[in-house]
């Protein structure tokens, strides 16, 4: 098996494993081969990473951020070596294009870790003066917190919630997806060189049941999930249950806003890049195309030339664009999906068809309406759908239409209008006239059903960290008794 690890689990600096725990396999996307066994961690093997975070986290706490934030930035530089490697291992284990992961994956965690690195010693409290008195704040860490990822970023995801709760003196127990296991350890294993105290970054592996677990433990004290809107709502209940902390990253059914006076081939460019990068397995994709009457023949026009370029294929090959799906069954969900929009009256322009094993082509749909099934569920896969509309005021209306409110995006040339229609639309990340690009220096999260909290940017500091004020007397106390 060409990408097994020395284990399944990585706890207190070493790699675990516990054969009682039910086995299961990662497969490369491209052809379906086993590339590793694994095994879910039993309830003994959550104990331990629990109690290895709790064990650390104390002493990581006390020490000086300058210190913590050396350690990451030298697990950044140790990513940024090993680029290739991980960008492979993150090829074979999701199916995207090496072309994709080597700038996307571990280059966007080698950022997390850099940014958060510098970020942490610059934390600050308040002075309050109050008179004779004075109050202040801390900043303090929240302790062990728990973190669930999703199968279409692994490695970025693990960084994005490993970087902040280290940097700001946390600890972490991280469950990958159980399809995507494998680049959470390395990312364990990069971290532990580097420095790391054993204890403070574990990876557990299994499926929901493994989250829950993670969840519901008694030394959690926030729970980070990047996910769909179905887990976000157990995982939020569950965690209400403790009074924990939370970050959820969910789903969307973003719009893309396209005027009459855009850029149209930049305007089609980012459509395609907001629809078909990772084959359409990202969150914030603007998997609803909103094209101004007036200039919608030529931007299907040029969508479809475009589109019908796309290099399928071997995802291990740096010329190939687009590689398959990231299992069986999501294929045959997106599949699923294509049918039914055909079935529901929308237009195929290109693509619809699965042209073997888990690919899908990359697939543009017009004349889609409102209440089609295509235009409001989350397909998460290759299928972009565009429609028409007529005025600003129409199509904000339409844009926010949906329970999401992940992003957005407006592409015209007037800027006064984009920041307008900006400020009307309900998403937790809009781009003008750009589409998809999330640097870490920005705050990335949703509203709605799209999640709560942030990460990235100084946002992130509010949700590993939490305030404690100090009240200092200075006189006698005031007692009416
Ligand atoms: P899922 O919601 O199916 O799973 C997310 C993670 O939660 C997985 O590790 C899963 O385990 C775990 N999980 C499932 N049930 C529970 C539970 N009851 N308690 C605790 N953990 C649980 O999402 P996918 O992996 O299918 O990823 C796709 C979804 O993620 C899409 O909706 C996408 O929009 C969203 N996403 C959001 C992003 C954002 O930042 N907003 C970014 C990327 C993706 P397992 O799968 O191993 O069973």
């Not at 998403?427 to 920005?442: D, H, K, Q, R, S």
Request: proline share 5%; aromatic share 8%; net charge negative.
């Amino acid at each position: 098996m060409r990408a097994q690890p020395k284990a399944s689990h990585f706890i207190g600096g070493v790699y675990v494993e516990d054969d009682a725990g039910a086995a299961f396999h990662s497969h490369y996307p491209a052809t379906g081969e086993v590339i590793a066994k694994l095994h879910s961690a039993t309830p003994a093997i959550v104990e331990r990473a629990m109690a290895a975070a709790a064990d650390a986290q104390a002493d990581w706490a006390a020490r000086l951020p300058v210190e913590r934030g050396r350690i990451l930035q030298r697990a950044a530089q140790i990513m940024r070596d090993r680029n290739r490697d991980l960008s492979e291992l993150e090829t074979l284990d999701t199916g995207k294009p090496l072309q994709e992961t080597l700038v996307a994956d571990a280059a966007s965690g080698a950022d997390a870790l850099e940014y958060f690195a510098g970020f942490a010693p610059t934390v600050t409290g308040q002075t309050i003066a109050l008179g004779r008195d004075m109050a202040y704040t801390l900043r303090e860490p929240l302790g062990v917190c728990a973190g669930i990822g999703a199968w279409n970023y692994p490695i970025q995801i693990a960084a994005w919630k490993a970087a902040p709760a280290l940097a700001f003196g946390n600890a972490l127990v991280f469950k990958p997806s159980e399809v995507t296991p494998l680049s959470a350890l390395a990312l364990a294993e990069i971290l532990h060189e580097a420095g790391l105290p054993a204890g403070l970054f574990n990876v557990v592996q299994g499926a929901g049941d493994v989250g829950a677990a993670l969840v519901g433990d008694s030394r959690v004290a926030k729970v980070s999930l990047t996910g769909s809107v179905p887990t976000g709502r157990k995982v939020y209940a569950q965690a209400a249950e403790g009074i924990r902390a939370v970050t959820m990253e969910l789903g969307g059914k973003s719009p893309l806003i396209v005027f009459e006076d855009a850029d149209l081939d930049n305007a089609v460019g980012a459509a395609m890049l907001g629809n078909f990068y990772s084959s359409g397995q990202i969150c914030t994709n603007g998997t609803r195309v909103f094209v101004a009457r007036s200039v919608l023949g030529p931007f299907l026009e040029k969508l479809a030339a475009r589109t019908g370029r796309i290099v399928m294929g071997d995802p291990l090959d740096e010329a190939t664009q687009m590689g398959p799906l990231v299992s069986a069954a999501q294929a045959e969900r997106v599949m699923g999906y294509i049918a039914r929009g055909i079935a529901e009256g929308a237009r195929l322009v290109c693509g619809g068809n699965a042209p073997g094993g888990w690919f899908v082509e990359p697939t543009v749909f017009a004349d889609v309406t409102d209440d089609m099934v295509i235009a409001r569920e989350e397909i998460f896969g290759p299928v972009m759908s565009v429609l028409v509309f007529d005025d600003e005021d129409e199509v904000i209306a339409r844009a926010n239409a949906t329970e999401y409110g992940l992003a957005a995006g407006v592409f015209t040339r007037d800027l006064t209008r984009a920041h307008r229609v900006v400020g009307r639309l309900q998403a937790g990340t809009c781009w003008i006239n750009a589409y998809n690009l999330t640097p870490v220096e920005m705050p990335f999260g949703g509203v709605k059903a799209s999640g709560v909290g942030r990460e990235n940017g100084h946002a992130a500091l509010e949700h590993y960290t939490r305030v404690k004020s100090v009240y200092l007397g200075m006189g006698d106390v005031d007692a009416p008794y």
